[in-house]
């Protein structure tokens, strides 16, 4: 299994790769606007990530983490947690 990687690809966002168990892989993208219109259709369309699982075969496991922190993340990188994203972590997760 690979070690859990962080990537600052964007000013104030990151994302994060992990591979919990053999054969899966989950990534959080850190989501983070600074006007109010950007944040509300943001919300919005991340919700509808979260939603449109339910209507795709075989998608991944799409969760869209608005309040909590994802405690796998954490759990990997603790400063991350310190860190406050306007519209939260959007995440994946597949297994092969």
Same mark, same amino acid.
């Given at each position: 299994?690979?070690?859990?990687?962080e990537?600052?690809y964007?000013?104030?966002?990151? /994302?994060?790769?992990?591979?919990?168990?053999?054969?899966? =892989?989950?990534? /959080? *993208?850190?989501v983070?606007?600074?006007?109010? $219109?950007?944040?509300?259709?943001? @919300? $919005?369309?991340?919700?509808? *990530?979260?939603? #449109?699982? @339910?209507? =795709?075969?075989? #998608?991944?496991?799409?969760?869209?983490?608005?309040?909590? *922190?994802?405690?796998? $993340?954490?759990?990997?990188?603790?400063?991350?947690?310190?860190?406050? /994203?306007?519209?939260?972590?959007?995440s994946?997760?597949?297994?092969?």
């Open positions: 299994m690979a070690e859990p990687v990537v600052a964007r000013k104030d966002e990151k /994302y994060w790769v992990s591979q919990p168990e053999k054969g899966e =892989v989950q990534i /959080y *993208f850190a983070n606007f600074t006007n109010e $219109v950007d944040k509300t259709l943001a @919300r $919005v369309i991340l919700l509808e *990530f979260q939603d #449109s699982q @339910r209507k =795709v075969k075989s #998608s991944p496991t799409i969760l869209f983490h608005d309040k909590d *922190f994802p405690t796998v $993340v954490a759990k990997a990188f603790p400063n991350a947690s310190k860190t406050l /994203y306007s519209n939260g972590i959007l994946f997760s597949k297994e092969s």
